[in-house]
């Protein structure tokens, strides 16, 4: 007989990935890569803050899949979406669009990249 209330385990599951990746990849403008949405990204991470106890990291997406994107944004993502996350010698630049001072990281913001 086949039980199917076994349970089922989410692909690529381990442990939750580290702050501290996103940490060292602010302070060194490093980009991380990860797996995300079950695809590869490479991301510019912009800041690390709380929204509703959880983390979340603002980057810029700077390939999906071994593309880049169309148009430089900065999309919010919430760090334990993020899979196999690791830093890569992959240097950047701060974007413009990035606002340490936007009212949502009043009081959230745990880190973010110096601006020049």
């Known amino acids: 007989m086949n039980d199917m209330s076994a349970k089922v385990e989410r692909p690529n599951a381990g442990p939750p990935p580290s702050p501290a ?57 919430k760090l334990a979406g993020l899979g196999a996350l690791r830093i890569t010698p992959r240097r950047f630049q701060g974007s413009k669009l990035h606002n340490p001072a936007e009212p949502r990281y009043a009081g959230t913001l745990l880190m973010a990249i110096e601006q020049n």
Request: proline share 5%; charged share 30%; aromatic share 8%.
């Open 21 to 77: 990746v996103i940490f060292e990849a602010i302070v060194k403008q490093l980009a991380v890569a990860a797996t995300y949405n079950r695809g590869e990204v490479t991301l510019a991470p912009h800041a690390i803050y709380t929204r509703h106890d959880e983390l979340y990291v603002d980057a810029v997406t700077l390939e999906r899949d071994g593309r880049p994107p169309k148009e430089e944004k900065i999309g919010a993502f």
